[in-house]
């Protein structure tokens, strides 16, 4: 398992060059490598970021000083529920995901990155504003189910930001931050749009959970029947390759490997589902009664495979080098995800259901073949995507992502701060290695994740003042949040 890494550069603790840490990431990443069929390094080796056949392994982040280029074009993928672990170099023995993989190799490998919520709209909120989902009406839907919530048009975003410093936008994909009339990406700062408004839709049909037909192009729905998957791999194929005259940001969202379980030729099962929607099953899209830990492996290649074919148009564009590509999932991995060794998945705020595997990859300014173990999430993103893009975040809109920019380009170490998350009924906050949460029992636990990331040594008894700090902490930034509509 490829989970447990190193800090950037020698282990300030210890003074040793390679410390407990990035010794348990080379452990880790012999493991993950051997499942797939790679002959992995020794650790003497990975502290060098060579193995002894002489292919470069993962060494701790170090910044590449001293490199320049003009701001970059920016990709940010994201995958749909995919699990922390449900990519071969995160470990799943059973998911071959080349393309994500060589990605992560060709940058950076983030182990300890979360999302800004558990579930696809709050964490949408955090990505696109920058801010706790908790800060904005349509952040508090968990997620958004019908028409009454959306991000309000008002609101600045990634893409306005960007956009007003130069940037050309588009967004394909998943939206799934409101509906129309009132709340679309083209009233929140994309200049494009192509994909579905929902949560869900099945993959052929693009029926939405209530039956309606959700693929658009703008505001104007768009007609195609062909599988989902393809069919934005070809739209942000084309998008890429473009002959742009600015630097663009592309937010591709795919919907893989989301319910329903329907790969690419299941034409039977879409019929089925398809049937049962317009027949007035609420839940046919949910598929409670599909899926399989095969088909999922079979969705999830699929992604990888898709993400392969644009980062290919990429390269033939020529622009592959002045180009930050991210990859991320939006939340934990949900039925048939492989999340090991993490407990909890979807909507919960276990470590199952906010870390997720992300990538990032900018051969112009950052060194490939690097893990980094920094305890990031969604709202960072956006900070650090604005500052390498020259935009300015709104000062009435303040962030609570922090930039990762000086991290990345200069080797600046970051201030330790607390990475916060509140969803209905669950609570956690996470400082340093140490994480306070608060699931639906209603009792208070304390997990040390350097020495126990599946939380099951709960040390609250062992350090009452600890827990005391983490839980006063987590209130303060509650108090400045909107509250839940009362009966939620």
Known sequence: MTSRNSNAGSDERSGSPLSRRAFTTAVGATAATA????QAAAPAAAASGTASDG???????????GKHSRRPN?????????????????GAPHIRTPNLDRLGRQGVRFTDAY?????CSPTRFSLYTGRYPGRTKGGLAEPIADRSAGLEPTHPTLASLLRGAGYSTALIGKWHCGYLPDYSPTRSGWD??????GGALEYYSKLGLGGEYDLYEGDAEYKDLRYYTRVLTERASEYVQRDHDKPWLLNLNFTTPHWPWIADGDTEASAEIVRRIKAGDGSALWNADGGSVEKYTEMVEDLDRSVGEVLKALKRSGQEEDTLVFFASDNGGERFSYNWP???????LQEGGIRVPSVLRWPARIDGHQVSDLPVFSPDWTATLLELGGARPDPAHPLDGVSLAGYLLRGETPKERDLFWRVRGERALRRGDWKYYRGQSGTDQLFNLAD??????????AEPERLAALRASWERTDSGLLPYPTGS
């Open 35 to 38: 499942a797939v069929g790679i």
């Open 55 to 65: 292919v470069a392994r993962e060494r701790p982040f170090r910044a590449a000083r």
């Open 74 to 90: 920016i990709l940010f993928i994201l995958g749909d529920d995919l699990g922390w672990a449900d990519l071969s170099s995160y």
């Open 115 to 119: 999302s800004g919520s558990a579930t």
């Open 192 to 197: 494009e749009f192509f994909g579905n408004f």
């Open 342 to 348: 993490l407990s909890g998945n979807k909507s919960s």
């Open 452 to 461: 126990d990331q599946r939380e099951q040594a709960d040390r609250a008894v």
